[in-house]
Nanobody, 115 residues
Framework: QVQLLESGGALVQPGGSLRLSCAAS????????MGWYRQAPGKEREFVAS???????NYADSVKGRFTISRDNAKNTVYLQIDSLKPEDTAVYYC?????????WGQGTQVTVSS
């Protein structure tokens, strides 16, 4: 059984910063990809960023330069540093873990950007 637990979501003002965390537990392959997706109200879930065990990163064009993904392999934890937050970043942010054919999702953490 694999579980993902996200944390770090909050209400922040435009221009602020947040750091989201997602800790994975259970039977996890040593080679895997962890990533972040987000879903804004009334919109489909979209890819934000991903990172492999080896450190290869991938970002959606819309977040390049403001979002930074990183991970601690020893802790099976992935982080998402979000800077210069904009109102359009408001969404539920979901963590995803992928290895082999398995796909696991966290329950999501709410990020709201508003003055």
């Amino acid at each position: 059984q694999v579980q993902l637990l996200e944390s770090g979501g909050a209400l922040v003002q435009p221009g602020g910063s947040l750091r989201l965390s997602c800790a994975a537990s259970g039977s996890i392959w040593s080679s895997n990809t962890m990533g972040w997706y987000r879903q804004a109200p009334g919109k489909e879930r979209e890819f934000v960023a991903s990172i492999t065990t080896g450190g290869t990163t991938n970002y959606a064009d819309s977040v390049k330069g403001r979002f930074t993904i990183s991970r601690d392999n020893a802790k099976n934890t992935v982080y998402l540093q979000i800077d210069s937050l904009k109102p359009e970043d408001t969404a539920v942010y979901y963590c995803k873990l992928t290895f082999d054919v398995a796909r696991y999702w966290g329950q999501g953490t709410q990020v709201t950007v508003s003055s």
